[in-house]
């Protein structure tokens, strides 16, 4: 029988975004009007269904995520905020974080999601480039972007942004100013992710026009190690693969997710994961149609279309999985509290020599963790350690 975990989170998906980015693979819809009403009470009929489960657990962290969270009105989170104070203990040092576009518009409201109860928000400005930002689809200037920052930095205790490198055309020497600019406004957290193609986004629709000529190998590799080597100097080294933060800064949502926490998701398409009193972990998922989602929530209290235990072999792997991405990799505690038995218990000796002997991967008495070269090169490892 697993122990409940120790921390817990809960997320909340707001679906609505202005438009659709190009590069955007989440569970966003584009809307031009909705009833907030309706909605704001989806949302706290859906806390209500898990908070029964999980009575008695301390909320650690709530992270509002999308879509655009931002969009949403403030009393709609200073509503959800309330009742989750109201069904469960929040920590007294609890993180509240909302994801936000830097708009002018959504930066005004920052006042009165920061009265709300949000005390950390997370901007997607994604470049500080006029150029890149309209090929990104992006609906704010590099000018208004820093802006929003600037207004984050006196409403909210933390904030957080997001950059994306390794766009079609762009040089190391662009990326490298850009970045300079971006440590000139940065708080205590900045997450860096290398552009992507994903499947079914206008972007991958584009790549296979032949469209998009994006960074080989080779190229999208010094960009990360640059990446990484900039933000280190700068007091910014990463605790995550795409993740950077000086210590403490880290964001404590995302570290449950990567060490295998427990978490309620709540909202169109959300994913949770929860330790029953009996020990057993079970994987949640919501219906992810936002009218599918509100109709089943109105007609049944929750919109829960898959609840699957998950045994502990599984959670073993996705632990690794997810913990490896993590500077600090697996500890032996949550990979015993998660699995039963000790990483070398389960895990081929030979195949954890190999790695280790590649320079990949360090096992010793604090746990297993990849070293820079291994977290760069992680799909692999993976590969490697649990094909």
């Known amino acids: 029988m697993a122990a409940a975990s120790p921390s817990f989170g809960i997320y909340v998906h707001w679906p609505f975004c202005r438009s659709k980015c190009p590069y955007c693979d989440f569970n966003s819809h584009v809307r031009g009007g909705i009833d907030e009403a309706r909605w704001r009470d989806g949302l706290l009929r859906e806390l209500d269904h898990f908070a029964s489960e999980t009575a008695g657990r301390t909320v650690d962290t709530v992270f509002f995520g999308g879509g655009t969270p931002s969009l949403m009105a403030p009393e709609t989170t200073a509503a959800v905020l309330e009742r989750i104070a109201a069904r469960w203990t929040p920590a007294p040092d609890i993180e509240i974080t909302l994801e936000a576009n830097p708009t002018s518009v959504e930066a005004a409201r920052f006042a009165a999601l920061a009265q709300a109860g949000v005390n950390r928000v997370s901007l997607g400005v994604q470049a500080l480039d006029d150029d890149a930002l309209r090929f990104l689809g992006r609906e704010h200037g590099a000018a208004e972007a820093l802006a929003a920052v600037e207004t984050a930095r006196r409403h909210f205790g933390r904030w957080s942004f997001d950059l994306i490198y390794a766009r079609p055309k762009q ?6 100013a850009e970045l300079a600019r971006a440590l000139e406004h940065v708080g205590d957290h900045l997450s ?28 999208g590799a010094a ?34 997710y990567w060490s295998g926490g427990d978490w309620v998701g709540v909202g169109p398409g959300a994913h949770g994961r929860l330790t029953g009193s009996d020990g057993d972990r079970i994987a949640t998922r919501q219906a992810r149609a936002p009218d599918t989602w509100l109709a089943r929530v109105e007609a049944e209290g929750h919109a829960t279309v898959e609840r699957s235990p998950i ?44 790695l280790a002997e590649e320079d990949l991967i360090t096992l010793d008495a604090a746990g297993l963790r990849c070293t820079p070269a291994g977290r760069q090169r992680l799909n692999a490892v993976l590969a490697h350690l649990l094909g």
């Open 311 to 354: 045994d502990r072999g599984d959670a073993a792997e996705e632990l690794l999985m997810m913990g490896l991405r993590l500077a600090r990799g697996v500890s032996r505690g949550d990979y015993r509290r998660t699995a039963g038995v000790d990483l070398e218990e389960r895990l081929d000796a030979a195949r954890l020599n190999a």
């Open 223 to 256: 960009f990360y190690e640059e990446t990484h080597a900039l933000l280190d100097a700068a007091g910014l080294p990463a605790y995550e693969i795409s993740n950077h933060a000086r210590p403490g800064g880290e964001c404590r949502h995302n570290l449950i």
């Open 192 to 219: 860096i992710y290398q552009l992507t193609i994903e499947p079914g986004t206008a972007f991958a629709a584009r790549h296979a026009r032949g469209e998009l000529a994006m960074p080989d190998e080779d190229m």
């Open 171 to 176: 040089s190391l020497a662009a990326w490298k």
